[in-house]
Each structure stands twice: as C-alpha cells, then as structure tokens.
C-alpha cells in the first residue's frame, strides 16, 4: 500500500477506536478558548478572537478547525473527527521516525505503545493545539535525522505555528549542533558539521515573531493578554515552584499513566546484553541520534518547568513518544520476549485509561474527562428544562457551557451569575448575593481520589494550593448548607460529582404566581 492509503486505513481505525467519543461536547479549554477561538476565525475571518481573550496561541490549528467547519458544517463530532488528523499525523510520523532510526518493529510497536498511552489517545479527539505540534515535529525530527535541514525547517515552522512551545525544539538541536562544533566532533555528535548547516534551525523563529508581531498589532501584547501572561510566565519563575515543576515534569515523561511499566522495564533491560540474530548483535540506535534525541528531550522538560501556568500532562507530547521509542528499541535489542513485554506494557495503559490513579490529576488524560462531560451535559439539560429563565450560580468551565450553546451542552443561553470555584471562601460570598442569582449548579473542578497517596503530606497540600492553584471544592450537601438551598439533583461517577442547589426564593416566588 502506497503513504496515502496507509494514512487512510489508519484513520479510520483511529475513527473506530474513538467512535464512542465523538458525540462529546467540547471539554474544559476546548470550550474556553479554542473552539471559540476558532468559531470566531469562521464567522468573522480574523485571526485574534473576540468571544474570547486572546492567549496569542499561534493560529494554524484554529485556522484548520475553521476550514473543516466551513467544508463540513460545525458540530462537536466533525471537530473531534477532524482533530483525528493530526493524531494519525503524529502516529505517521512517530512510526517514520522509528523505522529511520531503528527498524521496523520497533516502529510498530512504539506507534502502537503510543496509541494507546492514556494522554494521547484522550487528547486525539480533542480540540488542542499540542498532538498537531508534536505531529509536524515528528516529521521535523525525521528530516533532521536524515540531513534535510530545510525540509525540517519547514516541519519545525508548522510545529510552532500549532503551538508556540514547540520552537524550541530546533532550538534545543541548533544548541546540540553547536555544542558539536565547539567540541570539534566527538562519537556522540556525528558527522562534523559546518554551522551554516544548522541555521536552517533558527528559521522556524521567524514565521513564529511575525505572527507575534501581527498580535501586537492587532492587541498591543505580544503573549496574550497581561493575565495569561502573568499565570504563564511571571508566576511561574519562583525557585521552588520551578523545582516541583521540574518534577512533575519528570513523572509526566518517565511514569505518568503506567508509562512507569515501560520506563522501568528498559532501565532493567540495560543491564541484559544485547541479543544476537543470525546477522549478528542487534543494533541500538546510533549513538549521535540518540544524544539528539535526549537534547531535546531535557531542554523541553526543563523548559516547561519553568513556564505554564497549569502543569498539564498534553504540553508533554511532544517529547513523550521520544522516550516510548527509546524504551522500545532498547527492550527489543535485550530482552527475547520483548512482544510479550510490551503487551504487558498495552495493557497497563489500556488500565490506566479506564481506571484512575490513587493521586489528582488532570481529568483530559484518559477518560475521566468523558465522565466529567456526561454529568455536566445531564445536569446542564436539568437546568434548563427546569429553570430556563433562571440565573445560575456557578464557575468556570460551567458558566461558558450554559451560555454558549455551540459547545453542545444546552440549546439556549442561560444566565449565569460566576464565581471562581465552590470553596468556603466563594460560597460564603455568594451567599450574601442571592438576590443576584436563583438556583445554584455546583461540581467538581478538580478530581480527588478517596484514598490519596499524598493526602497527609501537609507540604505538598501547601505547596499544591501556593504554585499550582489547588483548592478543595465544597461537596453538595456542605455547599446546600452554606448558600441556604436544597439538593434537587445530584450525580456522581467515578470521583466526580455535580448537584444542583434550590434556593427557597424560587419556590415562594412560584407560589406567589400560583
């Protein structure tokens, strides 16, 4: 089969194995800045969106979303089949890359590996800017690998036009050829290069500072808006913050979502000899490409522990399936029953993407964000059967989701009176406005474990709610209590709840029309 009809068959297996998702309403940031984002792009034609604060995230994905909605109609389910593109991208690319570098079946089964880790497979059918970018980097990297500097440019410039992040991708491997240079050769740089052989590197910068530009033009801020920027960057660059980071960091690359299995497995592995074929001891990945590899691999995780406000596991996708082939390769050069193995391996993530770790975590890195979606579109469709013309007390992502019925939850606007989150401190304070609003929607906004690994560490509970924005939401009978109400709705699914709050007002209010 020729590169297309291969890319074919693979998204429609893609297609298959996400079917159930497809119908999903948009999720958290999808619902807050890109599909406004990029509704905006195809009602109006601009490239800075106004439904939403501009984050000055580089357009193309938005621009993509834009053109498939124009061609085949707006809906969630066009969306989600649309953003399956780029998944098989990042797949094609990731198996390309592992065949050059190693072979074939070490290509197969890190692209199969990678499939099925939790955080891509959840984030494949979803509106984010992160599974193109490391897709076209992929590719990038495999022109690099192969000395087609210019071809990688290119790549590298569509990576950071997806998302901005990824430029430093060639810039981690401009700094590694130069590092080279100033060595003068050794085995772990490769050929000896001249530097005009590596600026292709830095070209991707230039498409990346004009669209900065063109934001300040249109905006007068560079990186979005003063308060995405102060989250992102400003708030970020405290010692200690940047330390914690760094490990997360870490966990997210070498162990989030049982990639441990496939981490530890390889560690072990290395203390194997290699096997021997008829042709002789099977061959690791070339050592000059390998240190390239981990060049990009710590300058990204070092950088993203210094930015980004939200240490959110999908700004790790670039690099993650780096690590996958590694591991793979090295368990298929030492270890005999290596299918076995990574079977092993398949399993775990298949576990870790229906069953959710003994620890908080980000609800869009496996499926716990379809259950988060399923109880708010159920309770949001209780709402406005039952209180269509009321004002609702509630937060974020919920207050965009029951005013904006192109995000799938609700087939009118309702009014909604927003709090920041259901803590005492927001409860407490909203109790003393309830002539502003009349019934109340209350949720979870972050996913708690009954059991935490961390729960009795008070330092890590501090340091979760001074660096990383953690605080503990009210459940619905606390939060009945506090604003006076009574429960009349309320589900929960695996860890996750929403309820919604009466407030006596109403009733009296029908019994005077009555």
Same mark, same amino acid.
């Given at each position: 089969?020729?590169?297309?009809?291969?890319?074919?068959?693979?998204?429609?297996?893609?297609?298959?194995?996400?079917?159930?998702?497809?119908?999903?309403?948009? &999720?958290?940031?999808?619902?807050?800045?890109?599909?406004?984002?990029?509704?905006?792009?195809?009602?109006?034609?601009?490239? *800075?969106?106004?439904?939403?604060?501009?984050?000055?995230?580089?357009?193309?994905?938005?621009?993509?979303?834009?053109?498939?909605?124009?061609?085949?109609?707006?809906?969630?389910?066009?969306?989600?089949?649309?953003?399956?593109?780029?998944?098989?991208?990042?797949?094609?690319?990731?198996?390309?890359?592992?065949? =050059?570098?190693?072979? =074939?079946?070490?290509?197969?089964?890190?692209? *199969?590996?990678?499939?099925?880790?939790?955080?891509?497979?959840?984030?494949?059918?979803?509106?984010?800017?992160?599974?193109?970018?490391?897709?076209?980097?992929?590719?990038?990297?495999?022109?690099?690998?192969?000395?087609?500097?210019?071809?990688?440019?290119?790549?590298?410039?569509?990576?950071?036009?997806?998302?901005?992040?990824?430029?430093?991708?060639?810039?981690?491997?401009?700094?590694?050829?130069?590092?080279?240079?100033?060595?003068?050769?050794?085995?772990?740089?490769?050929?000896?290069?001249?530097?005009?052989?590596?600026?292709?590197?830095?070209?991707?910068?230039?498409?990346?500072?004009?669209?900065?530009?063109?934001?300040?033009?249109?905006?007068?801020?560079?990186?979005?808006?003063?308060?995405?920027?102060?989250?992102?960057?400003?708030?970020?660059?405290?010692?200690?913050?940047?330390?914690?980071?760094?490990?997360?960091?870490?966990?997210?690359?070498?162990?989030?979502?049982?990639?441990?299995?496939?981490?530890?497995?390889?560690?072990?592995?290395?203390?194997?000899?290699?096997?021997?074929?008829?042709?002789?001891?099977?061959? =690791? *990945?070339?050592?000059?490409?390998?240190?390239?590899?981990?060049?990009?691999?710590?300058?990204?995780?070092?950088?993203?522990?210094?930015?980004?406000?939200?240490?959110?596991?999908?700004?790790?996708?670039?690099?993650?399936?780096?690590?996958?082939?590694?591991?793979?390769?090295?368990?298929?050069?030492?270890?005999?029953?290596?299918?076995?193995?990574?079977?092993?391996?398949?399993?775990?993530?298949?576990?870790?993407?229906?069953?959710?770790?003994?620890?908080?975590?980000?609800?869009?890195?496996?499926?716990? &964000?379809?259950?988060?979606?399923?109880?708010?579109?159920?309770?949001?469709?209780?709402?406005?059967?039952?209180?269509?013309?009321?004002?609702?007390?509630?937060?974020?992502?919920?207050?965009?989701?029951?005013?904006?019925? &192109?995000?799938?939850?609700?087939?009118?606007?309702?009014?909604?009176? =927003?709090?920041?989150?259901?803590?005492?401190?927001?409860?407490?304070?909203?109790?003393?406005?309830?002539?502003?609003?009349?019934?109340?929607?209350?949720?979870?906004?972050?996913?708690?474990?009954? &059991?935490?690994?961390?729960?009795?560490?008070?330092?890590?509970?501090?340091?979760?709610?001074?660096?990383?924005?953690?605080?503990?939401?009210?459940?619905?009978?606390?939060?009945?209590?506090?604003?006076?109400?009574?429960?009349?709705?309320?589900? @929960?699914?695996?860890?996750?709840?929403?309820?919604?709050? @009466?407030?006596?007002?109403?009733?009296?209010?029908?019994?005077?029309?009555?």
């Amino acid at each position: 089969m020729g590169p297309a009809l291969w890319f074919a068959v693979g998204f429609a297996l893609l297609v298959l194995l996400h079917a159930p998702l497809l119908n999903l309403p948009y &999720y958290w940031d999808e619902a807050g800045y890109y599909v406004p984002a990029a509704r905006d792009l195809l009602l109006t034609g601009t490239l *800075i969106p106004h439904s939403v604060v501009s984050n000055a995230h580089p357009p193309l994905v938005m621009a993509y979303l834009a053109l498939i909605w124009k061609i085949a109609g707006y809906s969630p389910v066009v969306t989600r089949v649309a953003m399956l593109a780029p998944a098989i991208l990042a797949l094609a690319g990731g198996f390309q890359l592992a065949r =050059r570098i190693a072979n =074939r079946e070490v290509a197969a089964a890190s692209v *199969i590996c990678t499939a099925f880790y939790p955080v891509f497979f959840a984030q494949s059918t979803m509106a984010h800017v992160d599974l193109a970018a490391a897709g076209f980097s992929f590719w990038a990297l495999l022109a690099y690998v192969d000395h087609r500097r210019w071809r990688a440019a290119i790549w590298f410039s569509l990576a950071a036009l997806a998302k901005e992040t990824a430029i430093l991708i060639p810039l981690a491997l401009f700094g590694w050829d130069l590092l080279g240079l100033l060595l003068n050769r050794s085995r772990i740089f490769g050929k000896a290069r001249r530097l005009p052989a590596s600026l292709p590197l830095l070209v991707p910068a230039i498409p990346l500072g004009l669209w900065y530009w063109f934001h300040y033009a249109r905006t007068g801020f560079v990186f979005g808006n003063p308060e995405f920027f102060r989250y992102n960057v400003q708030a970020t660059l405290q010692p200690l913050r940047i330390v914690l980071a760094l490990g997360l960091r870490l966990w997210q690359l070498l162990g989030y979502m049982n990639l441990i299995l496939l981490t530890a497995t390889a560690l072990i592995a290395m203390w194997l000899p290699p096997l021997r074929d008829e042709g002789g001891e099977r061959p =690791r *990945i070339a050592l000059d490409i390998q240190f390239a590899l981990y060049a990009v691999i710590a300058s990204y995780t070092l950088a993203m522990a210094f930015i980004g406000g939200a240490v959110l596991a999908r700004y790790m996708l670039p690099v993650v399936p780096l690590v996958i082939i590694v591991c793979v390769s090295t368990i298929w050069r030492r270890v005999w029953i290596w299918r076995s193995v990574l079977a092993v391996v398949i399993v775990g993530f298949l576990a870790a993407l229906f069953i959710n770790p003994p620890y908080g975590f980000a609800m869009e890195d496996n499926l716990a &964000y379809r259950d988060y979606i399923v109880l708010h579109q159920r309770a949001e469709q209780f709402v406005e059967i039952h209180y269509p013309h009321s004002r609702v007390l509630t937060a974020w992502p919920a207050s965009d989701e029951l005013t904006r019925p &192109y995000l799938g939850y609700v087939s009118r606007p309702i009014q909604v009176f =927003r709090i920041e989150d259901f803590t005492v401190k927001q409860l407490t304070s909203a109790a003393e406005t309830r002539s502003q609003w009349d019934v109340a929607l209350v949720f979870s906004t972050k996913y708690e474990p009954a &059991y935490s690994w961390f729960q009795r560490w008070q330092a890590w509970q501090e340091w979760k709610s001074q660096f990383f924005g953690y605080h503990r939401d009210l459940p619905p009978v606390a939060a009945a209590q506090i604003l006076g109400g009574q429960i009349i709705y309320h589900a @929960e699914r695996r860890g996750q709840w929403v309820g919604v709050i @009466e407030i006596p007002q109403i009733e009296e209010a029908n019994a005077g029309q009555e």
